[in-house]
T-cell receptor, first 113, second 112 residues
Framework: DARVTQTPRHKVTEMGQEVTMRCQPI?????VFWYRQTMMQGLELLAYFRNRAPLDDSGMPKDRFSAEMPDATLATLKIQPSEPRDSAVYFCASGEQGFEKLFFGSGTQLSVL | KQEVTQIPAALSVPEGENLVLNCSFT??????LQWFRQDPGKGLTSLLLIQSSQREQTSGRLNASLDKSSGRSTLYIAASQPGDSATYLCAVDNQAGTALIFGKGTTLSVSS
C-alpha cells in the first residue's frame, strides 16, 4: 500500500534550535509539496518540487526556512532558527506529473517553545 | 489571487440526515476542484476530483458538484453516519500539476 512517509511525527524544540523534517514521497511520484496547517491560517503552501527542482517556494520565509530534494526518495524542510510562531503541522504531499490526486503524509506536529 | 471559502466552519447533524457542504472560490479559471477529508491528527485523503469540464462526481454516498461560472462547489453527503465525522476541505488549482489552494474546511460531527 503506497503512502507518503513523514518523520518525525512529533517534534518539540526550543526557540532558536534547528528543525529538520523529512518526507519520503510515493515511489514514481515526481511532484512533492510542503504545506503548513494552523488553526488560524488553514493549509498554506510553503514550497513544491517537480523532478527534484523547486518550482515555487514563495510561501516560505526565506530567511529561516529551506526546502530541498537530495534525491527522488527524500524531501527535507529545515527551519533555522526556529521560532514559536513556526508551531504548526507540516504536511508533505506527492503526485505524478499531470496528476489528478494528491497523496498526503500524516504530518509532523511541530511545537517550538 | 485565488481564495477559497468554506461555509459553515462547523456542522452538527443527527445520524441519517442528508447534508450539504459549501465551497466558493474567487477565480473561476480553475483546472481541478477536489474535496478532501481529514480525520483528527491525520493527513488528508482525497474524496472526489472534478475537472473544470465536468459538472459533478459521485462516489458512494458522496456527490460533488461544480459551477465554475459562479465559483461554487457543493459536497452532498447522503444518509450521514457517525463515521463521516471529520473535517472536509475543498481545494482548487489553476493549472495541471500546480499547487492546490485550500479552504479552511468544514468540521462535521454526526451524532448517533
Amino acid at each position: 500500500d503506497a503512502r507518503v512517509t513523514q518523520t518525525p511525527r512529533h517534534k518539540v524544540t526550543e526557540m532558536g534550535q534547528e528543525v529538520t523534517m523529512r518526507c519520503q514521497p510515493i515511489l514514481g511520484h515526481n511532484t512533492v509539496f510542503w504545506y503548513r496547517q494552523t488553526m488560524m491560517q488553514g493549509l498554506e503552501l510553503l514550497a513544491y518540487f517537480r523532478n527534484r527542482a523547486p518550482l515555487d517556494d514563495s510561501g516560505m520565509p526565506k530567511d529561516r526556512f529551506s526546502a530541498e530534494m537530495p534525491d527522488a526518495t527524500l524531501a527535507t524542510l529545515k527551519i533555522q532558527p526556529s521560532e514559536p510562531r513556526d508551531s504548526a503541522v507540516y504536511f508533505c504531499a506527492s503526485g505524478e506529473q499531470g496528476f489528478e490526486k494528491l497523496f498526503f503524509g500524516s504530518g509532523t506536529q511541530l511545537s517550538v517553545l | 489571487k485565488q481564495e477559497v471559502t468554506q461555509i459553515p466552519a462547523a456542522l452538527s447533524v443527527p445520524e441519517g440526515e442528508n447534508l450539504v457542504l459549501n465551497c466558493s472560490f474567487t477565480d473561476s479559471a480553475i483546472y481541478n476542484l477536489q474535496w478532501f477529508r481529514q480525520d483528527p491528527g491525520k493527513g488528508l485523503t482525497s474524496l472526489l476530483l472534478i475537472q473544470s469540464s465536468q459538472r459533478e462526481q459521485t462516489s458512494g454516498r458522496l456527490n460533488a458538484s461544480l459551477d465554475k461560472s459562479s465559483g461554487r462547489s457543493t459536497l452532498y453527503i447522503a444518509a450521514s453516519q457517525p463515521g463521516d465525522s471529520a473535517t472536509y476541505l475543498c481545494a482548487v488549482d489553476n493549472q495541471a500539476g500546480t499547487a492546490l489552494i485550500f479552504g479552511k474546511g468544514t468540521t462535521l460531527s454526526v451524532s448517533s
